[in-house]
């Protein structure tokens, strides 16, 4: 890599436990070793220590919706990412989900209102920006709501494309906070989880 430094990386514990499965198995001890040298094998400048996970857990809003299993996985994930130090990864998350929800949220209005109400704003539907824009003027979301998603999709590109990818020092945690943060206060307001009576 032309003018960088460079760091080698050599792990060969994939090939260790293919070999020792093949011999035998393994047992707990083995399982709980190879977790640990895979920590260690695995470990950046972002991983977090076990008192700096429960900060980050603790950071994070109550979460309080209802979604399909495929959007809660992904928050899912987004979380786990985030409290573990795996910011771009949760930050790109993020962005997929936000996207996946405009698709969404334009199905749900179709099904409601029809489809003669977008025919003419078809142009907008052919990127993030535009369907949020969309939405927003259709009064689907609140201008705070479509506000805090665009936030998403400004953070998501700002880490995500190749060209920026010397940028993500920095204010990195703090992004992903703020989107993962708009992401569940939006999931929160939009998708409440039904109350059992």
């Given at each position: ?13 994939p090939?260790?436990i ?5 011999d ?44 399909d ?47 003669d ?32 998603l665009?936030?998403i999709?400004?953070i ?38 039904p109350?059992?009576?």
């Amino acid at each position: 890599m032309s003018g960088r430094e460079s760091w080698n990386f050599l792990n060969l514990l994939p090939d260790i436990i293919k070999e020792k499965i093949s011999d035998m198995g393994l047992s707990e001890k083995e399982v709980n070793e190879i977790i640990k040298i895979w920590n260690n094998q695995i470990s950046n400048k972002n991983t977090q220590i076990e008192t700096e996970i429960v900060k980050n857990i603790k950071d994070l809003i109550s979460q309080d919706f209802c979604v399909d299993r495929i959007i809660m996985d992904r928050v899912k994930e987004a979380m786990d990412h985030y409290v573990k130090g795996q910011w771009v990864s949760s930050i790109a998350l993020c962005g997929l989900i936000c996207e996946y929800l405009s698709y969404i949220m334009i199905e749900e209005y179709i099904k409601r209102n029809g489809i003669d109400g977008i025919i003419k704003y078809n142009k907008e539907l052919s990127n993030q920006y535009g369907r949020l824009k969309l939405l927003g003027k259709l009064k689907f979301i609140t201008e705070y709501q479509r506000k805090s998603l665009d936030q998403i999709r400004d953070i998501r590109n700002k880490y995500v494309h190749l060209e920026r990818i010397n940028e993500i020092a920095g204010r990195i945690k703090e992004d992903n906070f703020i989107i993962i943060t708009n992401l569940i206060k939006f999931l929160n307001e939009k998708y409440p989880r039904p109350e059992v009576i």
